[in-house]
């Protein structure tokens, strides 16, 4: 067997995957198709559903609906809830991005010993709970709150900030959730990277900006693309710190399915919803896939 | 080569500061956090005094420890058992382009990909289905599977662009030496699986959706505890609960430094 | 072969006494946060010497939805009343015979005799409440507010951003049916754009919608009116004394929670001990001191603190009950209707 694994390296490269894959079909596949039957059955009358009995009016509903006077039109409810979702998300990858990368870079610049350490530190304030957190950025955030009384008090501000309880708040809280997921795959990808070769560039003629752009970003690109997805997806999702810092005035599709497993009690389309995300983010992976001509994730031209 | 002074990159003048103004913004709620669990006033938002009473209150009370404990013991199981998976995986698809290369990063990435409700109704459905008694380890399995991404980017973007020749060196030592690959490979991958298990661990300590759908009578961990409260509030028990979480990983972050420094 | 035997009476050892580790009495506890004296289960457990687990969960729904999905090992539930007919209904309910257990005798009526469980076979009462509106006396021009829901849905000018509404799709939506006349449970689109339209025209006065911290929003002087329980309401009041709780003339949702055995509970026994346990007047006045909320036990007035029984929020003044509405569990095109607009509001 050992003999077999080290002269045939698909058979190795199945095995070390194997694992994984295993894993992940028993444990998270099933349950997916579980819910991809809940999502065509009919709701049930107190709620969950009622096994056995189909219905496509999961799907339908989220694109249609009955009018008042019973005719049929398209239902724009949901689109906008999702393209807020997206937009949301966009924005707060962008900025954890913006924040992160910076940080990641100065973190691989560091002598070796301090490196893990740093690791360490970065994600030390994510021991705490979400809830918590949540709530240590509403005392910061409200009016008359930690932030707007030093502000008054330095003489900066004379008018109360209202950045509570507004997408501004939201913001700030989601790209704070997100900022290890997005520091760390940066970091592990640029520690490797040979700054002789940024040395090399200087050398000859580069300034930073060039430098920058052309050799320590393509070089990284691997963790940025990683820590992008790891902030994009998880946050299409996130519920409870739109709920808590946006003051609950618009809702997100998190917020949304969430309501289908409890208050709305309609597994069937809550099900339908979470297919509907997938599709799309699947969609979106896939041109990113074909335009990259079937690199996986992570990778790019070397 | 990296980390000396004199390395080029310390011309962008701008990365220190960024770095300390983001470790601000980092640390900024966690300070608010620990300043908060010495209020006197349970109402977060008066402070009346400084009274370390209510980490006695935690201390003593029975359910808030089980939960923290919970807590740890699933996270540390889920992530090194992710962790695990996740190295494999990354290193099986490291090489050349294979078949079916799509689908399997499609399914190790399926678990991000999915709503958490969805996945916590559906996994607690399917356990209930295979007839699998919901307890502790019911959660450690379904936390193990959202760690398998987390853990699997990080290590797969390290993976990128390490130096082939390192990795043919590698291949053909493997080819002859066990020992020999976790003497070269592991140690150069070593980054990659830290930010990977370290994500992982988070991941899972925050978990609260999945956990409350498929947690055991008794396996309540933190998060499922602190949520119940969300209508009374946050009490300074729970930020004192909180900064007690904090202490523990410092002392494990520091212990683990003590270890690297001892091995050198 | 004589190995073979000393295995087996080792093993078997083994097994009898994690057997009758197992058997020692427990009871598994699910329960809303916060709504049971840590002293109180203490008293129980040395009382009965039965070990209690407890479990939080925050919401109704999230329960059932976890029963629903089919878990098991809970012995013990507190749902509200719609929730507990909707449990018997879908047969997620055991049915133990409240009214034989010794206790029972003290229920004040009419909650010895609920319509989901006339013959309280299936349920005890615990507590029972209101949702009204608290707010700050001493901020509102003339230290008083109408007693109606047109302070919180169009309200004066000086209070417009300083309000907060639970974001409860159905504490909104009984709300808005009560302050316009219509029936809770209805499944009528024309009633659903009305009530749409007022709640539309509501959200941009309002602070936010929430549905945690609101004790210490109130107390902390964020903002003067929030639609509240009347428990809550009373803990705002032993902070803030002006706070004033308020009966809209034109309902006032009233729900009550019960504890219930779900299907397959293992420590049936332990369940009805509990049950029985907090049918005492002594033990579950101690509740009431602790969440705030009125019981339903006869006798239990004796034991209540002074400041519950001064508080008009827990306890009725009688010309208030004929607002008193309670609450129903409405059908599935109801229920979708409901959602239907919640979403719109918020979409």
Not at chain 1, 228 to 248: D, H, K, M, Q, R
Not at chain 2, 87 to 106: I, K, W, Y
Request: hydrophobic share 50%; proline share 5%; aromatic share 12%.
């Amino acid at each position: 067997m050992i003999q077999a694994l080290r002269k045939d390296a698909r058979l190795r490269r199945w095995t070390l995957l194997a694992p994984a894959m295993l894993f992940i079909g028993f444990f998270m596949l099933a349950p997916i198709g579980l819910m991809a039957y809940v999502s065509v059955l009919e709701r049930g009358e107190f709620g969950g559903v009622e096994w056995g009995v189909f219905s496509i009016d999961a799907y339908w509903s989220f694109f249609f609906e009955r009018e008042l006077d019973g005719s049929v039109a398209v239902n724009t409810d949901y689109l906008q809830i999702f393209l807020r979702s997206f937009w949301l998300s966009l924005v707060t990858t962008l900025l954890a991005l913006l924040a992160g990368f910076p940080t990641a870079l100065y973190m691989a610049l560091q002598p070796e010993r301090y490196r893990n350490v740093l690791v360490f530190l970065v994600t030390i304030p994510f021991w705490t709970n979400l809830l918590v957190r949540n709530y240590a950025w509403i005392l910061l955030l409200r009016n008359n709150g930690l932030i707007d009384a030093s502000l008054n008090k330095l003489g900066i501000t004379s008018e109360p900030i209202n950045v509570l309880y507004t997408p501004f708040a939201t913001g700030i809280g989601l790209t704070y959730s997100f900022l290890p997921f997005m520091v760390l795959p940066i970091y592990a990808s640029l520690e490797k990277l040979d700054f002789r070769l940024v040395e090399a560039a200087f050398d000859l003629g580069a300034d930073r900006l060039r430098a920058l752009f052309r050799i320590i970003v393509p070089l990284s690109a691997p963790g940025i693309i990683a820590g992008c997805i790891l902030v994009f997806v998880p946050c299409l999702g996130a519920y409870v710190t739109p709920e808590l810092l946006g003051g609950s005035k618009s809702m997100m599709i998190g917020n949304l399915i969430q309501a289908q497993f409890g208050a709305s009690r309609n597994w069937p389309f809550g099900a339908a919803l979470a297919f509907t995300l997938l599709a799309i983010v699947l969609l979106a992976m896939m041109v990113y896939a074909m335009r990259f001509r079937g690199q996986a994730p992570g990778e790019t031209r070397q | 080569m990296s980390g000396h002074r004199g390395n080029p990159l310390w011309r962008f003048r701008g990365v220190a500061p960024s770095a300390g103004l983001f470790f601000a913004y980092l640390y900024l709620p966690t300070a608010v956090l620990i300043a908060l669990s010495f209020n006197e006033n349970r109402i977060a938002t008066i402070w009346t005094g400084f009274s370390p009473h209510w980490y006695g209150v935690v201390l003593s009370n029975d359910d808030i420890l089980r939960a923290a404990r919970n807590s740890l013991v699933i996270a540390i199981a889920a992530s090194l058992a992710g962790t695990t998976l996740a190295t494999f995986a990354a290193l099986a698809t490291n090489s050349e382009r294979f078949r079916g290369q799509s689908l399997v990063n499609g399914l190790l990435a399926l678990p991000l990909l999915v709503p958490e409700i969805v996945t916590a109704v559906a996994t607690l459905l399917f356990f209930v289905l295979i007839g699998l008694k919901l307890g502790i380890m019911t959660v450690i399995i379904a936390h193990t599977v959202f760690c398998i991404p987390f853990a699997y980017l990080p290590i797969r973007a390290r993976l990128q662009g390490m130096d082939p020749a390192l990795g043919h060196a590698a291949a053909d030592l493997y080819a002859n030496e066990w020992q020999a690959f976790t003497r070269v490979t592991l140690p150069l991958l070593w980054p990659g699986i830290l930010s990977g298990g370290v994500l992982a661990f988070i991941i899972s300590l925050d978990d609260f959706v999945i956990t409350y759908f498929v947690a055991g009578a008794g396996a309540t961990t933190l998060p499922v505890y602190i949520f119940g409260m969300i209508r009374i509030g946050v009490t300074p028990e729970v930020n004192a609960v909180s900064a007690l979480m904090l202490m523990v990983s410092i002392v494990m972050v520091s212990i683990s430094w003590l270890i690297g420094r001892a091995r050198r | 072969m004589k190995r073979l035997r000393w295995i087996t009476v080792a093993v078997t050892a083994v097994m009898m006494w994690f057997g009758s580790a197992a058997h020692a009495k427990e009871l598994f506890l699910y329960n809303w946060s916060n709504y049971l004296p840590p002293e109180l289960i203490k008293k129980f457990e040395s009382e009965t010497g039965i070990k209690v687990t407890l479990d939080v969960y925050d919401s109704n729904e999230t329960m059932l939805a976890k029963l629903q999905a089919g878990a098991t090992g809970y012995d013990l539930v507190v749902p509200s009343g719609y929730m507990v007919r909707n449990m018997i209904k879908q047969g997620l309910a055991e049915k133990v015979d409240v009214y034989r257990l010794p206790n029972f005798k003290n229920v004040m009526k009419p909650h010895d005799a609920p319509p989901f469980d006339p013959k309280s076979e299936y349920s005890a009462p615990y507590m029972w409440g209101t949702t009204g509106i608290t707010y700050d006396s001493a901020k509102v021009p003339g230290e008083k507010l109408e007693d109606s829901w047109k302070e919180f849905f169009e309200p004066r000018a000086e209070l417009v951003g300083k309000i907060v509404a639970l974001n409860d799709q159905v504490e909104m939506w009984n709300a808005a049916t009560y302050y316009l006349g219509l029936d809770k449970c209805t499944e009528s689109p024309a009633d659903g754009q009305k009530i749409l339209d007022l709640l539309e025209a509501q959200k941009s006065k309002l602070a936010m919608y929430s549905s945690s911290g609101t004790i210490d929003r109130m107390v902390a002087g964020e903002v003067v009116m929030h639609h509240q329980w009347n428990g809550a309401s009373h803990r705002v009041r032993e902070k803030l004394p002006t706070a004033r709780y308020l009966y809209p003339k034109e309902g006032i949702g009233l729900w009550g929670d019960h504890f219930l055995v779900p299907k397959g509970a293992k420590n049936i026994d332990s369940a009805k001990a509990f049950m029985n346990f907090m049918m005492d007047p002594k033990n579950v006045a101690e509740a009431s001191n602790f969440t705030g909320y009125m019981n339903a036990i006869q006798g239990s007035g004796d034991f209540l603190k002074d400041s519950l029984k001064a508080d008009p929020a827990v306890n009725m003044p009688e010309e208030y009950a004929s607002r008193l509405s309670p609450s129903k569990d409405c059908s599935k095109a109801s229920r979708e209707l409901r959602d239907k607009v919640w979403t719109k509001l918020k979409k």
